[in-house]
């Protein structure tokens, strides 16, 4: 006869979906790794779910409206099982609040990003019948938000390599919130205020994933370059010193950092990408408007000239370097003659890649009161395809520069039927990343996954760079160091 006394209890599981930035996919990380703590475990199908979650993005109102829509379809899911917990959290979570339980009133828990170790605890509350949970962070007499619990200090540690991009590449948070508070964006709101984590933290997390076999680390922040840290002994420790150190770990073979804020762009933070060998040289710095009446306006505190000065300092200073850009088209007041200044600057600057946006105004940030959203739809659009062109082409011709040479890449998995070469041949495909953030496709079989090789580039489009793993063979000719891409 069975003996049923020593099953383990069933697992409970898991559904998430995640939107928004590097720092929301490093959160649903975090909070993976919690749950699994409390039994849980991952599954792709949304029908099977005791937990349902949405990691949410306030930047733009399109982001919002995909879960709005998300949560719309999901309804009849808790009308058949009502057992199911559904949980929104993350920036919007802490934007809209209570709003969303009036908006969609099968929602069980709404938790903001300086909350999420709360999760568990909230979850598990509603699914032993408690009615539906808050927890976001407050808002300070000045209208700005509350100090983020030290909680979260220890809530980093917890990692979970299922969530990763990859196994062997992982997030690490070196800052939390923002200050800059540029007129139009909603994350000092949602995230509040600037807070840089001890380097002892970091690095004890640097050296956690190292041990978990992680070759790669990227540290964020939304303004990663500003990260400093006062030391007991009153000494400044800055993103250059903690650079250094990470430098050090053994196992981490590859370091890079996003997001720069162009003032923050200092000569010691450089000279560490250049003299740091495993540091990338790949430097994202968003200038986000090439026309000083429209910086001036989104509080950016730089001048299209000084943008310009520091970007020419970059390259002065680190040669090979990658440098790539964010861009907003139709901000309020936005004329065509302001537009045309940001095509000069884009065509002047020669970025590995921009990221370009429609301004979208959001509620409560200094440009929803004080400017109106003026710029029809169609003209953003246009905009928006005209500078998306024009940076396609630079991109394309300096993929094109690389045919020919060699170039080392970490291979994160099989490539996707769309990134393929064209004209494939039907062998199994490859993609990877340069240091340089490149991304570049070969034929090669899986056993390489998770290793760096050398690819030699013999085609590219504005986007990818193909190729093929250089041979080993030599006839008595030494090693070519490999370009760093
Ligand atoms: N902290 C980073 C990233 C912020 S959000 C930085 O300062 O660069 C990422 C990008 O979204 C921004 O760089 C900006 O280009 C864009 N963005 C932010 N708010 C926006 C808005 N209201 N409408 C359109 N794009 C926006
Ligand atoms: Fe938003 Fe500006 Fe802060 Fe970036 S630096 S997160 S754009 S306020
Ligand atoms: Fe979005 Fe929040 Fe990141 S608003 S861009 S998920 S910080």
Avoid at 59 to 65: C, G, S
Avoid at 77 to 96: L, S, T, Y
Avoid at 318 to 328: E, L, M, N, T
Avoid at 400 to 428: M, N
């Amino acid at each position: 006869m069975a003996d049923h006394s020593a099953a383990p209890s069933p697992k409970k599981k898991l559904y998430i979906e995640t939107v928004g930035c590097q720092m929301n996919l490093l959160d649903s990380e975090l909070v993976v790794a919690r749950l699994r703590q409390e039994g849980y475990e991952l599954t792709e199908n949304i029908q099977q779910a005791d937990a349902i979650l949405y990691n949410t993005c306030s930047v733009r109102q399109h982001a919002e409206d995909k879960i709005y829509s998300a949560l719309g379809r999901i309804k009849r899911i808790k009308e058949r099982n009502p057992d199911v917990a559904i949980g929104v959290m993350g920036c919007m979570a802490q934007k809209d609040q209570a709003e969303i339980f009036r908006r969609a009133p099968h929602v069980d828990i709404v938790v903001g990003p300086g909350q999420l170790a709360r999760v568990p605890e909230l979850l598990a509350q509603v699914r032993a019948g408690e009615p539906p949970r808050m927890a976001v962070s407050r808002a300070r007499k000045d209208g700005s938000l509350e100090t983020i619990a030290a909680s979260f200090q220890t809530y980093d540690a917890d990692r979970e390599p299922a969530m990763r991009p990859t196994p062997f590449q992982a997030f690490i948070r070196v800052m939390m919130g923002c200050d800059k508070f540029c007129t139009y964006c909603v994350v000092p709101a949602v995230r509040g205020p600037e807070q840089s984590r001890p380097p002892e933290a970091i690095l004890a997390e640097a050296r956690l994933l190292a041990d978990q076999g992680v070759r790669e680390v990227t540290l964020l922040g939304q303004t990663v370059n500003s990260y400093h840290y006062r030391l007991p002994d009153g000494r400044s420790f800055r993103l250059s010193d903690l650079l250094e150190r990470v430098h050090d770990i053994g196992g981490i073979e590859r370091i890079k950092f996003i997001t720069n804020f162009p003032n923050d762009m200092t000569d010691d933070l450089l000279q560490a990408v250049r003299d740091l060998p495993k540091v990338a040289r790949y430097l994202h710095v968003p200038a986000q408007s090439g026309c000083d009446e429209v910086l001036r306006r989104m509080k950016r505190m730089y001048t299209v000239a000084s943008y310009e000065e520091m970007l020419a300092r970059i390259r002065a200073t680190i040669p090979q370097v990658a440098v790539s850009s964010d861009f907003i088209v139709g901000f309020s007041g936005e004329t065509e003659p302001s537009f045309e200044r940001t095509v000069g600057l884009v065509g002047r600057s020669r970025f590995k890649n921009s990221f370009i946006f429609k301004y979208s105004a959001r509620q409560g940030t200094k440009a929803d009161q004080l400017y109106a959203d003026d710029v029809p739809e169609a003209v953003k659009k246009r905009r928006n395809n005209e500078l998306l062109a024009l940076q396609t082409a630079i991109s394309l011709e300096d993929n094109q520069g690389w045919i020919g040479r060699v170039v080392e890449v970490l291979v994160e998995g099989p490539s996707r039927a769309t990134t393929r070469r064209p004209g494939w041949d039907g062998l199994e495909q490859l993609t990877g990343r340069t240091a340089c953030d490149r991304i570049a496709v070969f034929d090669g079989t899986e056993r390489l996954v998770g290793q760096f090789v050398r690819v030699v580039i013999d085609a590219a489009s504005a986007v990818t760079l193909f190729g093929r793993v250089e041979t080993t063979e030599r006839v008595g000719a030494t090693e070519r160091p490999a370009t760093p891409a």
